[in-house]
Each structure stands twice: as structure tokens, then as C-alpha cells.
């Protein structure tokens, strides 16, 4: 969708590891945004990026960096993975200038499992 | 702290009726209300949004109504088909669009 891409689609990794989530666009905006899926909360901000080098915490910060080193790219970290850090983490991206005021375009998601 | 309470978590709805779920927030500095459509296995799709200086929006069979004094807005979808069978979140957004808060989503299954 809108040219966003995320890999892995799946993964499975161990506790204790390091595990990065890459988003790409091919839309050349500004705005990107990593958010987790969990059962009873809905989306939560984890970090977005309002530009290259530039990033800000959100609600779920906490355990994960992130980095964006060129525009099409945004990574997520999970420095050490835990077991509460199995979700499903989708990326998206903002449309300013949008009719409908702000156009939030999210991917397909990646789906992350910590035993 | 959830900043957008939704409700109901499930719904069953018979095709051809009307679904109805409600979200409600604290936040006056919220200034646009999406309304987000999730199938199984993709992201979230925008459906319809809204802002509040306006009290309802309709398109197609999918219609908001916004309550600013009650900061409360639903979403109501009419002839309701299985085809609308999917997860719908509310949201609301702040800090000059930086700041996109889900509801905790709504689970819609339309019973043939």
C-alpha cells in the first residue's frame, strides 16, 4: 500500500536477541511512524520520524530505537527482545497537504514472536 | 492511560442492519478523527475522518456523528454486508498531526 514495504513479514527470534524491522517507502514523505498491535490497546506509537536523523519517542518507547539514515528508510530495534515485546509492528507513513487533513498510510505489518 | 475509549470490543450485526460503535476522549486538543478499517493479516485502511467543527459526515453508507460538548463521535455503518466484516478503530490526532491515538478497536462480524 502507498509504496510502503516491511520485512521481515514474519519472525521468530529468542529472548535476549537483537531484532531490527525495516520499513521502506518509495514515496519520497517526510513523516514515518512505527506502531505495535496488541490484543485490548488498539495501535501504540513506538517512535516516529519527522525527517533524516530526526526522531521522537512515543507512548511505547521504552526497549526500542530507532534510526533513519536516508529518507525511504526507518528501522526498529529491539535492543534485547523480551517475550512482551511479541506483537504485531506496523509502519506508516503521513501525507501532509492531504484533502482530508492528516493522511496516515500504514503497511502490511510484520508479525514478531519472542520464545 | 487510554486517551480514546471505544466500545463495543465485539459486535454481531445481521446483513442489512445498522453497526454502530462509539468512541469517546478527553482530549480537547484533539483536532481530526479518523476512523480506521482492519482486515485480517493487512494494516489499517482510512475509512472516513472527520473534524470538529463539524457534526457529522457521510460517505457512501459509512457516516460520522461528532459530539464536541460530549466529546464523544460514532461511527455508523448502514446496510451493513458481510464484505464489512473487520476490525474498525477509532483515532484521534494532535500536535499537529504527529500524534495519531487509537481506540482499542471493535470487532464487527455482519451475519448473513
Known amino acids: 500500500d502507498a509504496g510502503i514495504t516491511q520485512s521481515p513479514r514474519h519472525k521468530v527470534t529468542e529472548t535476549g536477541t537483537p531484532v531490527t524491522l525495516r520499513c521502506h517507502q518509495t514515496?519520497?514523505?517526510?513523516?514515518m511512524y512505527w506502531y505495535r498491535q496488541d490484543p485490548g490497546h488498539g495501535l501504540r506509537l513506538i517512535h516516529y520520524?519527522?525527517?533524516?536523523?530526526?526522531?521522537d519517542k512515543g507512548e511505547v518507547s521504552d526497549g526500542y530505537s530507532v534510526s533513519r539514515s536516508k529518507t525511504e528508510d526507518f528501522l526498529l530495534t529491539l535492543e534485547s527482545a523480551t517475550s512482551s515485546q511479541t506483537s504485531v509492528y506496523f509502519c506508516?507513513?503521513?501525507?501532509?497537504?492531504?484533502?482530508?487533513?492528516?493522511?496516515?498510510?500504514f503497511g502490511s505489518g510484520t508479525r514478531l514472536t519472542v520464545v | 492511560q487510554q486517551q480514546v475509549k471505544q466500545s463495543p470490543q465485539s459486535l454481531i450485526v445481521q446483513k442489512g442492519g445498522i453497526s454502530i460503535i462509539n468512541c469517546a476522549y478527553e482530549?480537547?486538543?484533539?483536532?481530526?478523527f479518523p476512523w480506521y478499517q482492519q482486515f485480517p493479516g493487512k494494516g489499517p485502511a482510512l475509512l472516513i475522518a472527520?473534524?470538529?467543527?463539524?457534526s457529522e459526515k457521510k460517505e457512501g453508507r459509512f457516516t460520522i456523528s461528532f459530539n464536541k460538548s460530549a466529546k464523544q463521535f460514532s461511527l455508523h455503518i448502514m446496510d451493513s454486508q458481510p464484505g464489512d466484516s473487520a476490525t474498525y478503530f477509532c483515532?484521534?490526532?494532535?500536535?499537529?498531526?504527529?500524534?495519531?491515538?487509537f481506540g482499542t478497536g471493535t470487532q464487527l462480524k455482519v451475519e448473513l
Open positions: 482530549n480537547t486538543a484533539f483536532d481530526y
Open positions: 514515496e519520497n514523505h517526510r513523516y
Open positions: 483515532a484521534a490526532v494532535t500536535g499537529g498531526g504527529n500524534k495519531l491515538t
Open positions: 472527520i473534524r470538529p467543527d463539524v
Open positions: 520520524s519527522y525527517g533524516v536523523k530526526d526522531t
Open positions: 506508516a507513513i503521513r501525507r501532509t497537504g492531504d484533502s482530508l487533513g492528516y493522511g496516515y498510510t
